[in-house]
């Protein structure tokens, strides 16, 4: 007899709604770590979003400066004016380029707060250099009048690269 009135206590379902404390601190650990890895990614992928744009920005506006030359028989224009085409890139010839660059690479150590961009004809990028230097265009190896070269930085994680385009 004692058996059967202990059988149905047994059986009984428990009434406790809710969850435990265990379950509650796996899910803020779980949500804990997806959070790191959100405030970790995001950065890297703004400045890869930056530096592409940049390297955009730098191609379009070489050629630019390639159209123009090409538009002017080989060579920039001497002054243009500001509302030319749609006003977005104006270039144009503030001096001979020709004999003003050497005939070997150089290399420069660039500063970390120089943000602009050196743009050059007659030139073409020379070797890559060292991190944090830049390889200053040349008037050698195979460069002609209509050669553009470009010098821009990027961000990198913590600090800039420099980067040389050429077309």
Known sequence: MWAQERAPKM????????FSIIEVLIVLAIAGLIMLIVFLAVPALQRNSRNSQ???D?????????EAISNNNGKLPSSVSAGIGNGKYAVFDTGDF???LSNTTAVATVNSTDAGVVITNF??????????????PTDG?????RSITAVYRVETAGNFQVQCLDM
């Open 98 to 100: 020709t004999g003003s």
């Open 54 to 56: 940049r390297k955009s």
């Open 141 to 145: 190896a195979g460069a002609t009048k």
């Open 58 to 66: 730098v191609t379009a506006a070489i050629g630019s400066l390639q």
């Open 11 to 18: 059986l009984k379902k428990s009434n406790q709604k809710g």
């Open 123 to 136: 030139s073409k990028c020379g070797a890559v250099p060292a991190a944090g230097t830049a390889a200053m």
